[in-house]
């Protein structure tokens, strides 16, 4: 274990004062131990089963309490509403709450790097706790969890303008400027089982934000996120659009 990392019964003590039952330890464990670790260590089992099951649990309890506390919104306002609440940005700025960072097994480089403070990891844990939480003590519990986490911002996503669609705000903003329609040059890197994309977002040809992701969609939106606050670095209001102080929260 890395000499940084707290015991991980001190997480499920935790999280045992806000659900209510003892989650089990070995879970939380795997939940917060990254692949870094994992390939140093014999192949450990490390947390993307859990948070693929975490991700599913997540979006079932976000999508249902958006759904229910906005009952006339469109189903495409609802999905902005959603990508805002979990995005990596979004969940990494919420796993304060559980301190996750300090619970963390990582690989050598990963400990390096500022791996407990970066927020696909953040919210990759975030899910995997979610999961094993699932899996330990039910949805009840789980449910209880991702409300413990993400209430705050739920109610702060219906004000946070740009961060709902970063993607689209740079368009708007690539637009008001005479720059032009934003294209995206995606690379990946890793195994088939674990890849990374790398999006860099260009306009007028020029490179103007990186980010990476899970995906090609998510890498996208990370760097566009990039590239809005890189041409936009005050967040001005006006005719290139600007993302309220909300967004910052979630930073």
Not at 42 to 51: G, M, S, Y
């Amino acid at each position: 274990m890395s000499p940084a990392a707290r015991p991980v019964s001190e997480l499920a003590d935790r999280l045992e004062e806000v659900v209510g039952a003892r989650v089990d330890e070995d879970l939380l464990l795997r939940a917060v131990t990254h692949r870094s670790y994992s390939y140093e260590n014999d192949d450990a089992p490390h947390n993307e089963r859990l948070e693929f099951l975490g991700d599913s649990v997540l979006g079932l309890v976000v999508t249902n309490h958006l759904y229910r506390s906005n009952p006339d919104l469109p189903e495409g306002e609802l999905a902005k509403l959603r990508s805002a609440v979990v995005s990596a940005r979004a969940l990494g700025g919420e796993a304060g709450r559980l301190e996750l960072g300090s619970y963390f097994r990582l690989g050598r480089g990963e400990e390096g790097s500022g791996g407990r403070q970066k927020n696909s990891i953040l919210a990759d844990a975030v899910e995997a706790v979610i999961g094993a939480v699932y899996l330990s003590v039910g949805l009840e519990a789980a449910t209880t969890v991702v409300h413990h986490l993400l209430d705050e911002l739920m109610e702060r996503s219906q004000t946070m303008g740009a961060a709902l669609d970063w993607k689209t705000s740079l368009q708007e903003l690539g637009s008001a400027r005479g720059l032009g329609l934003p294209e995206y040059r995606i690379t990946d890197s890793g195994p088939d089982h674990a890849k990374v994309f790398e999006a860099t977002a260009l306009l007028g040809g020029e490179p103007v934000g990186t980010g990476t992701g899970r995906t090609k969609k998510a890498a996208e939106m990370m760097a566009a996120e990039a590239a809005w606050e890189h041409l936009n670095p005050q967040g001005d209001a006006g005719e290139d659009g600007g993302a309220p102080a909300a967004s910052s929260e979630v930073a």
